[in-house]
């Protein structure tokens, strides 16, 4: 989406006039693909304890990486007026996008700290294994959080850049009807090349993030459970 200069794309990557196009790739890079990497790497890859955990916390620096550079490209895109190609300044944190994002980060950036300190340097605050057992659920839950937070926030990213696309001073991302609109899909074609990019990177996180819940999730093995059983059946 950032790299052609149709009008329905984005125009491109450099370092100058077009710096904000770096935030959308930057931030589902660290939030989505180094998120999902890192949680799968340490609930199913067939290594041991030890590089599990490293392996883990160094998926999560990348991230972190990927964010810090994600968000600079985005403040200065709009607080410097060489960094953007209309020369203006633009607001910041105003819609839901940068919200959810927002909170997403801060979610992400404090597990990550949490994770750091509690599991991987846990020795050098004197932290025993059941300490480390009580802050192990809100770890998990917190990361979890944080990757329903970041999908959110790249979908409506997603949203907030298709309806600022135009092609000749027409939306992109749309088309017109002269008749009720019964078949949708008809017309889907008519759509720039752009939009169907970005809705299908829309489908492709929605998707990523719900089978990576289906992978880490521990399923309770209901024929197995007594107690499982005793939910099915009827008084």
Not at 37 to 47: A, D, E, G, K, M
Not at 206 to 225: L, N, R, Y
Request: proline share 4%; charged share 10%.
């Amino acid at each position: 989406m950032a790299s052609n200069n149709d009008g329905s794309y984005l125009g491109g990557l450099n370092t100058n006039e077009l710096l904000f196009n770096w935030h959308p790739i930057l931030m589902v890079a660290g939030l989505i693909l180094c998120g999902i990497t890192s949680l799968l790497s340490f609930r199913i890859l067939p290594l041991e304890k030890p590089l599990k955990k490293y392996t883990h916390a160094t998926i999560h620096t990348i991230a972190i990486i990927c964010i810090s550079l994600g968000l600079s490209a985005v403040f200065q895109g709009n607080n410097k007026t060489n960094k953007n190609t209309e020369g203006v300044y633009y607001a910041n944190l105003y819609s839901l996008h940068s919200m959810l994002g927002l909170l997403a980060i801060i979610v992400y950036s404090s597990n990550y700290i949490i994770g750091t300190v509690s599991f991987l340097f846990y020795t050098v605050f004197g932290l025993s294994n059941e300490i480390k057992a009580e802050i192990l659920p809100y770890h998990i839950l917190l990361g979890t959080f944080a990757l329903f937070a970041a999908a959110f926030a790249v979908e409506t990213g997603i949203m907030e850049l298709t309806t600022e696309l135009y092609i000749d001073g027409l939306p992109a991302c749309s088309y017109s009807v002269s008749s009720p609109d019964l078949n949708p899909a008809m017309h889907y074609g008519s759509l720039a090349g752009g939009c169907k990019v970005a809705n299908g990177i829309g489908i492709m996180v929605a998707i990523a993030v719900f089978f990576t819940f289906f992978a880490i999730f521990e399923h309770p093995k209901a024929a197995k459970d007594p107690q499982q059983m005793a939910l099915l059946v009827d008084e």
